[in-house]
Each structure stands twice: as structure tokens, then as C-alpha cells.
């Protein structure tokens, strides 16, 4: 039998025998022979400039792709530079191994408590303790992260690696069976939906395996549609989709939902941001909530049934119950919701007066602007701050993998990098990177790997207010001095043409004509416009998120 090493079994292991195609990360000493592996096995490494950006390269990636996502680091600081991407990673149960070398020994520069450090975010510590371990090791980290959707950091004590092992194959991962409903609250659902008039179906991150079934459900017992942010796009084209709930509902989606007098959660938690605190289910509504992790079940909002189950095993057990039956309905999807719908469904049909400010954009008139320009097969990621809502409410998505949404640690600064993961997952996409100065500046590491990388159709927007917007207008009524928050002006595209990028500075509608000359091709470079978006106004959902804090 061949000899080889540890590092260099588990990057071959991964990639030969496990199927790894992509892997980020930044390389070091330590993480040297394992990645080298990795990509000697057949895996393409991406080489980000920073190891937050190549954690939320890898974070967008698995999130768009529905791989696993995989993450390659050095010891210590090469760990410690990743943790923001890493803790929205684990609170967004993104499916990622981290792959991060370990100094064990407390005199090494390089020494930190790793396991300490990644419990601490949410992190499932793991570690290669020895030779003799590694296949269980790998396999056990490998199974986790992928099976279960959590974020693994799998420690490769230097010592270790170097080790002796034998080239034999990665044991193969076990799949356990998905958890079905009982058969009693399958009926309970079914009786619910027969006395219901209004249905609402919220579909969150657990639905997103799930459309066929529930859009089939919802057609039956005359269901609106309606999804968490992450979920945004999952519906659609459906003609009673409305669009996000929470935050980033029109006035219309808003007002249906309230009147709902069923809602059923589908792998979505109900939480302060899908439900407006609350405030977007009525008091008499019936609420049920399934959801494939039992431990989700009525944490963030009452329910009246918990149904711990697949979200698609769910739906498909209720239709085989409802074709039994006989039972079906009109529901909400009357011929008033659906011309409702058709006139004031999007944001877009909502009348606005753009603000007036001279040598400025209203985000609103830009964001719609750039809607019609772009193709429909696209990507939007966006990064968080004041600005974020309307990317996510003007912007339209052609499905639930055409919206990267980086909110669970509410990180400003992560979608640059969530942008790329996401247009290496989706190369024959458009993907926009929606992003604020303050977050496009702290990002600002990989725009350099977007021009390495040679991702082209990549458009960055950076809706620049010169400001940490989120929190001028939060404080800015109460009379604070706000000169801590506000900068003088940055040259983005001048900094972006730099980086070999396609720039635009973007003060009216007619500045846009370059983006439309960059689309009509060859597309032979990135491109970013530097936005000079109005000032006076806030967003009215940041309001919602500071009731959060
Ligand atoms: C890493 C991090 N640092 C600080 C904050 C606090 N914060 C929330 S929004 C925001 C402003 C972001 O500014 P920008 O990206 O320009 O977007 P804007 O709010 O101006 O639209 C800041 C600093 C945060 N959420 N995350």
C-alpha cells in the first residue's frame, strides 16, 4: 500500500473519494501540503486575499451551489482573520469543513485555543488527534458538516500531519433517513386548512428543498406564498408569490399576511424580522410551525402545532391526505388578491417621490434602473447597513439560489466576499454585489481577486452615502454628533479601475449608460459603480433592527 502523509490523505481523500471540487482559502505553511493535495486530487483552489473573504467565498458558495462548502487556513491568525465569515456561516447552518492547521504547543507563536475559539461562535470544534484517527476523523467532520448543515472546524495539529498514512479511501459517509410527520398532525393540518379562509404559507431556508411540493400544496387549499429574506426568490413567477415577509414586505404582502387567518411556517423560524416583531400575524391566526429540527419548533413566535418533520416529506404527506380526502379550496387566491397582486405585488409599483439632492441618486430610482438593465439570471448578494433593503426589495431574483443574504451575525463588510463564493458557484449568472462604502471598504481585500480570478460577470454597486448610514440616521434625530460615522469622499471607481475593473460613477439614471455598454459584452472585465446615493432619508426597516439590539 502507498505511503503518504496525513495532510497530504485528507486532501486527496476529500477530493478523490468525497467529491470536493472547490475549495477557498489563503495558504500558509501549515495549510500548505493539505491544500496542495486538494488540488492535485482534482479540486480547484480559490485564492482569496484574506481569510474573511475566503471565508464568505466559501459560506456564498455552499449557499448558492447547495454544496458542501470547504475552507482551507492556516494556524492561528489564518483562523482568527476568518471568524466574522465564520460565525455567520454557523448561524446561518451553512454546510462548511474548515480545514485549519493547529500549533499545539502553547509556546508557538502561532498557539490559540482553536477548539475554544470556534465553540465560542458556534464553531463545532473537531480535531485529527492522531494517525491511527484521521479516516474517522475526516469522516466524522466530513458527515457532520454536510448531513447535519453545520460549520465544522476540523484542526490539523502540525505534528500530526506530517505523520505516515496509508493511501486507502475515505470511509464512506452514512445518510441517515429524514424525519416524517405523524400521521395525527398530518390530519390536524389538513382540518386546520379546511376551516382556514385566508392561507399563509411562509417557506424559510428549510423549504428551499421543497418548492415543487409546496407550491403544489398551496395550489390546493388556495394558499398565498410568502418567504423568510434568506429564502428570498423561491416562488418566483408564482402568481400569488408575495415575495419577502417581515422587513421587506410591500404595503400589500403586509396587509395579506396580516389577514391571514392560518399561517403555516415551513422550515422557516418565525422570527423578529419574518414576522415584524410579531406584528404581521394576527392574534386569531392558527400558526403551525414543521420544521425538520424539533428544537425550532415555537422559539421565536407562539405556535398552535409544532410538527417536527422534512419540510418536503411534510407537504407531500399532506397532499396524499388531501387527494383522500377529495379536499381543496380557493382560499385566499381570490380574483381580488390575485388583481391586487398583479397591480401592487412589487416594490416597484409602489409610488415613491425620489429624493432631491443635488449631484445624487435616490436608491430607489437607481435600484430600479439597474432592475431593468440586468438580466434576469441573476445573483444578488448583498452586504448589510442601511442601504441593504433595496437591493433586496427592487431587485428582482430568479430563484431561491439568486439571493445571498449574509444577515444571521449582521456583519457589515461580508458581502463582497459572499458575492464571489457565490459567482464561482454560478458562473452563468450575472452577480451583483450590493454593497455600502463603509462595507465595500472593509471588503475591500478581495477586489483584487475578482480580477485574478478572472469573474467577469460580476457587477459590484456600492450604494455610497459617505457614511455609516445605519447609524446616522439612527442617532442623527437625537441630536448626537455623528462626525465619528460620516467620511469625506472616496474614489471607488477610481480605486476599482485600479484593480483593472470596468468603473462608473453614478450620479443620475444617464450615468448608467457604461453598465449598459459593459453588459452589451465582451464582458471582459469585472465591473463597479460607485453610486452617489441620497443622504437625507433613512430606511425605514433599520428602524426594525435597532428594535433588535
Ligand atoms: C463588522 C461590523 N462592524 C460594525 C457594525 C455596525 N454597523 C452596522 S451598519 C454600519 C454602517 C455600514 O455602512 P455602509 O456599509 O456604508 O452602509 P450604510 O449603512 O451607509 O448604508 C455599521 C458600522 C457591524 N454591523 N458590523
Same mark, same amino acid.
Given at each position: 500500500?502507498?505511503?503518504?502523509?496525513?495532510?497530504?490523505?485528507?486532501?486527496?481523500?476529500?477530493?478523490?473519494?468525497?467529491?470536493?471540487?472547490?475549495?477557498?482559502?489563503?495558504?500558509?505553511?501549515?495549510?500548505?501540503?493539505?491544500?496542495?493535495?486538494?488540488?492535485?486530487?482534482?479540486?480547484?483552489?480559490?485564492?482569496?486575499?484574506?481569510?474573511?473573504? &475566503?471565508?464568505?467565498?466559501?459560506?456564498?458558495?455552499?449557499?448558492?451551489?447547495?454544496?458542501?462548502?470547504?475552507?482551507?487556513?492556516?494556524?492561528?491568525?489564518?483562523?482568527?482573520? +476568518?471568524?466574522?465569515?465564520? %460565525?455567520?456561516? &454557523?448561524?446561518?447552518? %451553512?454546510?462548511?469543513?474548515?480545514?485549519?492547521?493547529?500549533?499545539?504547543?502553547?509556546?508557538?507563536?502561532?498557539?490559540?485555543?482553536?477548539?475554544?475559539?470556534?465553540?465560542?461562535?458556534?464553531?463545532?470544534?473537531?480535531?485529527?488527534?492522531?494517525?491511527?484517527?484521521?479516516?474517522?476523523?475526516?469522516?466524522?467532520?466530513?458527515?457532520?458538516?454536510?448531513?447535519?448543515?453545520?460549520?465544522?472546524?476540523?484542526?490539523?495539529?502540525?505534528?500530526?500531519?506530517?505523520?505516515?498514512?496509508?493511501?486507502? !479511501? #475515505?470511509?464512506?459517509?452514512?445518510? $441517515?433517513?429524514?424525519?416524517?410527520?405523524? /400521521?395525527?398532525?398530518?390530519?390536524?393540518?389538513?382540518?386546520?386548512?379546511?376551516?382556514?379562509?385566508?392561507?399563509?404559507?411562509?417557506?424559510?431556508?428549510?423549504?428551499?428543498?421543497?418548492?415543487?411540493?409546496?407550491?403544489?400544496?398551496?395550489?390546493?387549499?388556495?394558499?398565498?406564498?410568502?418567504?423568510?429574506?434568506?429564502?428570498?426568490?423561491?416562488?418566483?413567477?408564482? /402568481?400569488?408569490?408575495?415575495?419577502?415577509?417581515?422587513?421587506?414586505?410591500? !404595503?400589500?404582502?403586509?396587509?395579506?399576511?396580516?389577514? +391571514?387567518?392560518?399561517?403555516?411556517?415551513?422550515?422557516?423560524?418565525?422570527?423578529? $424580522?419574518?414576522?415584524?416583531?410579531?406584528?404581521?400575524?394576527?392574534?386569531?391566526?392558527?400558526?403551525?410551525?414543521?420544521?425538520?429540527?424539533?428544537?425550532?419548533?415555537? =422559539?421565536?413566535?407562539?405556535?398552535?402545532?409544532?410538527?417536527?418533520?422534512?419540510?418536503?416529506?411534510?407537504?407531500?404527506?399532506?397532499?396524499?391526505?388531501?387527494?383522500?380526502?377529495?379536499?381543496?379550496?380557493?382560499?385566499?387566491?381570490?380574483? %381580488?388578491?390575485?388583481?391586487?397582486?398583479?397591480?401592487?405585488?412589487? $416594490?416597484?409599483?409602489?409610488?415613491?417621490?425620489? @429624493?432631491?439632492?443635488?449631484?445624487?441618486?435616490?436608491?430607489?430610482?437607481?435600484?430600479?434602473?439597474?432592475?431593468?438593465?440586468?438580466?434576469?439570471?441573476?445573483? =444578488?448578494?448583498?452586504?448589510?447597513?442601511?442601504?441593504?433593503?433595496?437591493?433586496?426589495?427592487?431587485?428582482? @431574483?430568479?430563484?431561491?439560489?439568486?439571493?445571498?443574504?449574509?444577515?444571521?451575525?449582521?456583519?457589515?463588510?461580508?458581502?463582497?466576499?459572499?458575492?464571489?463564493?457565490?459567482?464561482?458557484?454560478? /458562473?452563468?449568472?450575472?452577480? @451583483?454585489?450590493?454593497?455600502?462604502?463603509?462595507?465595500?471598504?472593509?471588503?475591500?481585500?478581495?477586489?483584487?481577486?475578482?480580477?485574478?480570478?478572472?469573474?467577469?460577470?460580476?457587477?459590484?454597486?456600492?450604494?455610497?452615502?459617505?457614511?455609516?448610514?445605519?447609524?446616522?440616521?439612527?442617532?442623527?434625530?437625537?441630536?448626537?454628533?455623528?462626525?465619528? =460615522?460620516?467620511?469625506?469622499?472616496?474614489?471607488?471607481?477610481?480605486?476599482?479601475?485600479?484593480?483593472?475593473? &470596468?468603473?462608473?460613477?453614478?450620479?443620475? !439614471?444617464?450615468?448608467? &449608460?457604461?453598465?449598459?455598454?459593459?453588459?452589451?459584452? !465582451?464582458?471582459?472585465?469585472? #465591473?463597479?459603480?460607485?453610486?452617489?446615493?441620497?443622504?437625507?432619508?433613512?430606511?425605514?426597516?433599520?428602524?426594525?433592527?435597532?428594535?433588535?439590539?
Amino acid at each position: 500500500m502507498t505511503q503518504t502523509t496525513v495532510a497530504h490523505w485528507i486532501g486527496t481523500a476529500l477530493a478523490r473519494d468525497a467529491g470536493v471540487k472547490t475549495v477557498f482559502g489563503v495558504v500558509g505553511s501549515g495549510n500548505f501540503h493539505v491544500t496542495n493535495a486538494l488540488t492535485a486530487g482534482g479540486a480547484r483552489f480559490i485564492a482569496a486575499r484574506h481569510e474573511g473573504g &475566503a471565508a464568505m467565498m466559501a459560506d456564498g458558495f455552499a449557499r448558492t451551489s447547495g454544496e458542501l462548502g470547504v475552507l482551507t487556513l492556516h494556524q492561528g491568525p489564518g483562523l482568527t482573520n +476568518a471568524l466574522t465569515g465564520l %460565525t455567520e456561516a &454557523a448561524k446561518s447552518r %451553512t454546510p462548511l469543513l474548515v480545514l485549519a492547521a493547529e500549533a499545539t504547543q502553547p509556546t508557538s507563536n502561532f498557539y490559540i485555543d482553536q477548539a475554544g475559539l470556534a465553540a465560542s461562535i458556534g464553531v463545532l470544534p473537531d480535531r485529527v488527534t492522531a494517525a491511527s484517527t484521521v479516516a474517522n476523523d475526516l469522516r466524522r467532520a466530513y458527515r457532520t458538516a454536510l448531513i447535519e448543515r453545520r460549520t465544522v472546524l476540523l484542526s490539523l495539529p502540525l505534528d500530526v500531519q506530517a505523520q505516515p498514512h496509508p493511501d486507502v !479511501p #475515505m470511509p464512506a459517509v452514512q445518510v $441517515w433517513p429524514r424525519l416524517s410527520p405523524a /400521521p395525527d398532525t398530518v390530519t390536524q393540518v389538513a382540518d386546520a386548512l379546511a376551516r382556514a379562509r385566508r392561507p399563509v404559507f411562509l417557506a424559510g431556508r428549510g423549504a428551499r428543498k421543497s418548492k415543487a411540493d409546496l407550491k403544489l400544496l398551496s395550489e390546493r387549499v388556495g394558499a398565498l406564498l410568502a418567504t423568510s429574506a434568506v429564502s428570498r426568490g423561491l416562488f418566483t413567477g408564482d /402568481p400569488f408569490n408575495l415575495d419577502v415577509s417581515g422587513g421587506f414586505a410591500t !404595503p400589500a404582502a403586509a396587509e395579506l399576511i396580516s389577514g +391571514a387567518d392560518l399561517v403555516i411556517a415551513w422550515g422557516c423560524s418565525l422570527s423578529m $424580522w419574518t414576522t415584524r416583531h410579531g406584528t404581521l400575524i394576527g392574534e386569531d391566526a392558527t400558526v403551525i410551525q414543521v420544521d425538520a429540527n424539533p428544537g425550532a419548533l415555537g =422559539v421565536h413566535h407562539r405556535i398552535d402545532l409544532g410538527i417536527p418533520s422534512d419540510v418536503g416529506m411534510a407537504a407531500r404527506a399532506l397532499i396524499a391526505e388531501l387527494d383522500r380526502s377529495g379536499q381543496r379550496g380557493d382560499g385566499y387566491r381570490t380574483p %381580488t388578491v390575485a388583481k391586487r397582486l398583479a397591480a401592487e405585488g412589487r $416594490w416597484r409599483d409602489v409610488p415613491f417621490e425620489p @429624493v432631491a439632492e443635488a449631484g445624487r441618486i435616490d436608491p430607489r430610482t437607481l435600484s430600479i434602473a439597474l432592475d431593468d438593465l440586468l438580466p434576469a439570471e441573476r445573483t =444578488v448578494a448583498t452586504d448589510s447597513g442601511n442601504f441593504m433593503g433595496y437591493p433586496a426589495m427592487f431587485l428582482d @431574483v430568479p430563484d431561491e439560489n439568486g439571493f445571498v443574504f449574509t444577515q444571521a451575525f449582521q456583519s457589515v463588510g461580508l458581502g463582497l466576499g459572499s458575492a464571489l463564493g457565490a459567482a464561482v458557484a454560478r /458562473p452563468d449568472r450575472l452577480t @451583483v454585489a450590493a454593497l455600502g462604502d463603509g462595507g465595500a471598504l472593509m471588503g475591500a481585500s478581495e477586489l483584487e481577486t475578482a480580477v485574478r480570478l478572472g469573474i467577469n460577470d460580476l457587477l459590484i454597486v456600492v450604494y455610497n452615502d459617505e457614511a455609516y448610514g445605519a447609524e446616522v440616521h439612527h442617532f442623527g434625530p437625537h441630536g448626537d454628533a455623528l462626525a465619528n =460615522v460620516r467620511f469625506p469622499p472616496t474614489d471607488l471607481a477610481a480605486i476599482a479601475r485600479g484593480y483593472g475593473y &470596468a468603473a462608473a460613477t453614478v450620479r443620475t !439614471p444617464d450615468d448608467l &449608460a457604461p453598465v449598459t455598454s459593459w453588459l452589451a459584452g !465582451p464582458r471582459d472585465r469585472p #465591473m463597479l459603480i460607485d453610486a452617489k446615493v441620497t443622504r437625507t432619508r433613512p430606511s425605514w426597516w433599520l428602524e426594525e433592527a435597532f428594535k433588535g439590539h
